[in-house]
């Protein structure tokens, strides 16, 4: 899930990719809505708003949003640094030092005490932003941008085109790329709002403690992965 890239990739280590990370994108895009009433899973309204203070001469709350932008940048950029420095030297962790990072962060947030987040809502945002960066970028290298987890704006945008394309595309082997294009991107799609309904409702019950249960999803999906290629390397040695 996290080891294959490029040409070894299928289709279910897509799915199993972008279901796990998009159900841990809703819990975090909900939860951190709740909790900093800030968005941190995406830029797309932090650019509007940076936009707006700006032609309200208002330099800086502007510059908070810019922040914000900034953040989840740094986590993209930080997460494929980290893949090229790691990949010449240490290739079984060179995926999973970003999660491991992402990890970190998401339960420093979750055990912090409701008025700290409060105080520093701010700082919270860009640090849930730049974990959210981070998981992007890895999500995107990896599947070679077919899976993106952190929005939905531009996989709905691509689940109309290929919702179209189903009834011009006739071919038996079009027909197969697009449904299983098309049963990706859907489940992204519910996976991401599994997510967030988990987030809103766990919020309501255990505050900002709710985002362990994302820390509880990531590394499942580390220990799964770590699992999974043991049990491949045994098979290839015993089996030929």
Same mark, same amino acid.
């Given at each position: 899930?996290?080891?294959?890239?490029?040409?070894?990739?299928?289709?279910?280590? @897509?799915?199993?990719?972008?279901?796990?990370?998009?159900?841990?994108?809703?819990?975090?895009?909900?939860?951190?809505?709740?909790?900093?009433?800030?968005?941190?899973?995406?830029?797309?309204?932090?650019?509007?708003?940076?936009?707006?203070?700006?032609?309200?001469?208002?330099?800086?709350?502007?510059?908070?949003?810019?922040?914000?932008?900034?953040?989840?940048?740094?986590? #993209?950029?930080?997460?494929?640094?980290?893949?090229?420095?790691?990949?010449?030297?240490?290739? +079984?962790?060179?995926?999973?030092?970003?999660? #491991?990072?992402?990890?970190?962060?998401?339960?420093?947030?979750?055990?912090?005490?409701? *008025?700290?987040?409060?105080?520093?809502?701010? #700082?919270?945002?860009?640090?849930?932003?730049? #974990?959210?960066?981070?998981? @992007? *970028?890895?999500?995107?290298?990896?599947?070679? *941008?077919?899976? +993106?987890?952190?929005?939905?704006?531009?996989?709905?945008?691509?689940?109309?085109?290929?919702?179209?394309?189903?009834?011009?595309?006739?071919?038996?082997?079009?027909?197969?790329?697009?449904?299983?294009?098309?049963?990706?991107?859907?489940?992204?799609?519910?996976?991401?709002?599994?997510?967030?309904?988990?987030?809103?409702?766990?919020?309501?019950?255990?505050?900002?403690?709710?985002?362990?249960?994302?820390?509880?999803?990531?590394?499942?999906?580390?220990?799964?992965?770590?699992?999974?290629? +043991?049990?491949?390397?045994?098979? +290839?040695?015993?089996?030929?």
């Amino acid at each position: 899930m996290f080891r294959h890239k490029g040409k070894s990739r299928t289709l279910a280590h @897509n799915l199993k990719l972008a279901s796990l990370l998009s159900f841990v994108a809703g819990i975090v895009n909900v939860s951190g809505l709740f909790a900093v009433q800030r968005l941190t899973t995406n830029v797309t309204g932090h650019f509007a708003f940076f936009a707006d203070e700006m032609s309200q001469k208002h330099f800086g709350q502007a510059l908070i949003y810019l922040l914000y932008i900034l953040a989840f940048f740094l986590g #993209a950029f930080c997460s494929n640094l980290l893949v090229e420095l790691i990949s010449g030297k240490n290739a +079984r962790l060179v995926n999973t030092v970003p999660v #491991a990072i992402e990890i970190t962060i998401l339960s420093f947030v979750a055990l912090l005490h409701p *008025a700290l987040v409060l105080q520093h809502a701010d #700082a919270i945002a860009c640090l849930l932003l730049f #974990a959210m960066g981070l998981q @992007n *970028a890895l999500v995107t290298s990896l599947s070679n *941008a077919v899976v +993106r987890t952190t929005h939905l704006t531009g996989l709905f945008t691509d689940l109309g085109i290929e919702l179209s394309q189903v009834f011009f595309y006739t071919k038996p082997e079009q027909q197969q790329k697009l449904w299983a294009s098309i049963r990706l991107r859907l489940t992204i799609i519910c996976c991401f709002f599994l997510g967030g309904i988990a987030g809103g409702l766990g919020y309501t019950i255990a505050g900002n403690h709710i985002l362990l249960l994302a820390v509880a999803t990531l590394i499942v999906a580390l220990i799964y992965d770590s699992i999974k290629v +043991r049990v491949v390397r045994i098979r +290839r040695k015993y089996l030929g």
